[in-house]
């Protein structure tokens, strides 16, 4: 069974190093050209949204600050496009966090679908502000896809912190 | 219970600022940000900076995709490599007069020129690169190309491919630079038509199409007729190919007509383009502003009695 907070499975604290390496794994992924397939999930902002879910007090608004940064200069976009759009993303998951987990995966999967989608019409004001064209409408498609990527996604990423389901009579917990 | 956004509790722990001030805090520096780049430009340093740091982790995200595409090239057959070979050595022998010719033309043309006492043109130079990946940034029209300001590769110079002009440097980096196509929607391209010699502009209409702006509804103009280059921008060479024209729409309500346009360049396809040097503009003829004409005092102002 997959862990949430409902489920009692308890979880090993989470390593730090791995949460960093998740984030830059999660830019490489973002680096990798695949041509010009609109719907790509944006793995930064997915990444950054589950980190910032399961561990608020590790991961916040500073990281998606300097993801945002990381992510305007690779994408040749605006400076502070990214970092807005992530910042507003980060302060969403916050909000979420202390409720979502509470949830079946799959009514968290419907919670992170506005966020995903939200992050990306606030991309989209912004470009559409200074002056630039209408994207593919497949690219409002990513946050879609994303968010039904949920589930592996938070499987894989608590495969670290899961404990041995051997049962000990002898041991509390 | 840990503050959350929201709503605060008293303070048990200590957690740095509320949600609420760091949200006001990091949108306010994004949109620090987003003026200083747009409207002053300043940003460019750390840009560089940082797209030098990142670039081993972009180069490393290529390797995948370009094994792929060595991959897919060693499957390719021996009998298109060999339909292809046959092609091109037709074509070759189809043009072989042109160019076997263009040295004794341009001599001629150099002399002719100078007969007509008319500026000479600039011959053409450039420096092949590679087309390394389409930008991710789906509300643009650009790729990254592997050479950059350590190759000498200045923004503003005009990168064109084996069939006709496909956009612009605009922006440089150590190792590799950002080329604009033709099909984004801020570029513009001046042109003439060549079977008339009408001068226009072509801009960027977004998704792989182009557009010619401000023609009359009733212009000499044909879906097949082929745009060039005019030169007038300084920036181009005249003469380069650049879009073909398919379709003209010519609607009496309006005062221009809508002419569908299609790049003659793999605007959308990668390979291995020419970033030609930079066209060494003419001096502008001093502009002298026309001495206001004023009429002779007295006459006029005398009144008829």
Same mark, same amino acid.
């Given at each position: 069974?997959?862990p949430?907070?409902?489920?009692?499975r308890?979880l090993?604290?989470?390593?730090?190093w791995?949460?960093?390496g998740?984030?830059?794994?999660?830019?490489?992924l973002?680096m990798?050209p695949l041509g010009r397939?609109?719907?790509m999930?944006d793995?930064?902002a997915?990444?950054?949204?589950?980190?910032?879910?399961?561990?608020p007090?590790?991961?916040?608004m500073?990281a998606?600050f300097?993801?945002?940064v990381?992510?305007?200069?690779?994408?040749?976009?605006i400076?502070?496009q990214h970092a807005?759009?992530?910042?507003?993303l980060a302060f969403g998951?916050?909000?979420?966090?202390?409720r979502?987990l509470w949830?079946?995966?799959i009514?968290q999967a419907?919670h992170?679908?506005?966020?995903l989608v939200?992050?990306?019409v606030?991309?989209?004001?912004?470009?559409?502000a200074?002056g630039?064209?209408?994207?593919?409408?497949?690219?409002l498609l990513?946050?879609?896809?994303g968010?039904?990527?949920?589930?592996p996604l938070?499987?894989?990423?608590?495969?670290?912190q899961?404990r041995?389901?051997e049962r000990d009579e002898n041991?509390p917990? | 219970m840990i503050? $959350?956004?929201g709503?605060s509790p008293?303070?048990?722990f200590?957690?740095?600022?509320?949600p609420?001030?760091?949200l006001?805090f990091?949108?306010?520096l994004?949109f620090?940000m987003?003026a200083a780049?747009?409207r002053?430009h300043t940003l460019?340093?750390l840009?560089?900076?940082i797209?030098?740091?990142?670039?081993p982790?972009?180069?490393?995200?290529?390797?995948p995709v370009d094994?792929g595409?060595?991959?897919? !090239?060693?499957f390719?057959t021996?009998y298109?490599?060999?339909?292809e070979?046959d092609?091109?050595?037709r074509r070759?022998?189809?043009?072989?007069?042109?160019?076997?010719?263009q040295?004794?033309?341009e001599e001629?043309?150099r002399?002719l020129?100078?007969?007509?006492d008319m500026?000479?043109r600039?011959?053409a130079e450039?420096r092949v690169?590679?087309?390394?990946?389409?930008?991710?940034?789906p509300f643009?029209?650009?790729v /990254?190309?592997d050479k950059?300001?350590?190759?000498?590769?200045e923004?503003g110079q005009?990168?064109i491919d084996e069939l006709g002009v496909?956009?612009?440097? $605009?922006?440089?980096?150590p190792l590799?630079?950002?080329?604009?196509?033709?099909?984004?929607k801020?570029?513009?391209?001046?042109v003439?038509?060549q079977?008339s010699?009408?001068?226009a502009v072509?801009?960027g209409?977004?998704?792989g199409?182009?557009?010619?702006?401000f023609?009359?509804a009733?212009a000499? /103009?044909q879906p097949?007729d082929?745009?060039?280059?005019?030169?007038?921008?300084?920036?181009?060479?005249?003469g380069l190919?650049v879009?073909?024209i398919?379709?003209i729409?010519?609607?009496n309500?309006?005062s221009f007509?809508?002419?569908?346009?299609?790049?003659?360049?793999?605007? !959308?396809r990668?390979g291995?383009?020419?970033i030609?040097?930079r066209?060494?503009?003419?001096?502008?003829?001093?502009?002298?502003?026309l !001495?206001?004409?004023?009429?002779?005092?007295?006459a006029?102002?005398?009144?008829?009695?």
């Amino acid at each position: 069974m997959q862990p949430t907070q409902s489920s009692r499975r308890i979880l090993l604290p989470v390593n730090s190093w791995f949460v960093f390496g998740t984030l830059l794994a999660a830019l490489f992924l973002n680096m990798v050209p695949l041509g010009r397939f609109p719907a790509m999930p944006d793995w930064v902002a997915l990444v950054l949204l589950f980190w910032c879910i399961h561990q608020p007090l590790k991961v916040g608004m500073g990281a998606a600050f300097a993801l945002g940064v990381l992510m305007d200069v690779a994408d040749a976009s605006i400076m502070g496009q990214h970092a807005l759009a992530y910042v507003m993303l980060a302060f969403g998951a916050s909000v979420l966090s202390r409720r979502i987990l509470w949830f079946p995966l799959i009514q968290q999967a419907l919670h992170v679908l506005p966020i995903l989608v939200g992050t990306q019409v606030i991309m989209l004001l912004i470009r559409l502000a200074v002056g630039a064209n209408f994207p593919d409408p497949f690219w409002l498609l990513g946050g879609v896809i994303g968010s039904a990527l949920w589930y592996p996604l938070t499987y894989l990423l608590l495969l670290p912190q899961y404990r041995p389901v051997e049962r000990d009579e002898n041991r509390p917990i | 219970m840990i503050p $959350t956004a929201g709503h605060s509790p008293p303070p048990f722990f200590k957690r740095g600022p509320a949600p609420l001030a760091r949200l006001l805090f990091f949108v306010s520096l994004s949109f620090v940000m987003l003026a200083a780049d747009l409207r002053f430009h300043t940003l460019e340093m750390l840009r560089q900076a940082i797209a030098t740091i990142i670039w081993p982790i972009q180069r490393v995200a290529y390797v995948p995709v370009d094994a792929g595409m060595d991959l897919s !090239e060693y499957f390719s057959t021996l009998y298109s490599l060999k339909t292809e070979n046959d092609q091109l050595r037709r074509r070759e022998l189809a043009t072989a007069n042109q160019l076997l010719r263009q040295g004794h033309l341009e001599e001629e043309n150099r002399r002719l020129r100078a007969l007509l006492d008319m500026r000479e043109r600039q011959p053409a130079e450039g420096r092949v690169a590679e087309i390394l990946y389409a930008a991710r940034d789906p509300f643009t029209r650009r790729v /990254i190309v592997d050479k950059g300001s350590s190759a000498g590769v200045e923004p503003g110079q005009p990168v064109i491919d084996e069939l006709g002009v496909l956009g612009q440097i $605009t922006r440089t980096y150590p190792l590799t630079s950002e080329v604009t196509l033709l099909t984004d929607k801020d570029q513009a391209i001046p042109v003439q038509v060549q079977r008339s010699g009408l001068r226009a502009v072509l801009a960027g209409a977004g998704i792989g199409a182009l557009e010619l702006r401000f023609l009359a509804a009733n212009a000499d /103009i044909q879906p097949g007729d082929i745009l060039v280059t005019s030169g007038l921008d300084g920036v181009y060479l005249p003469g380069l190919p650049v879009a073909r024209i398919v379709n003209i729409d010519r609607d009496n309500s309006f005062s221009f007509a809508r002419i569908d346009c299609e790049p003659l360049a793999g605007v !959308e396809r990668h390979g291995q383009v020419l970033i030609l040097g930079r066209r060494l503009t003419p001096p502008l003829p001093d502009e002298r502003p026309l !001495e206001p004409v004023t009429p002779a005092r007295g006459a006029r102002n005398r009144k008829a009695p």
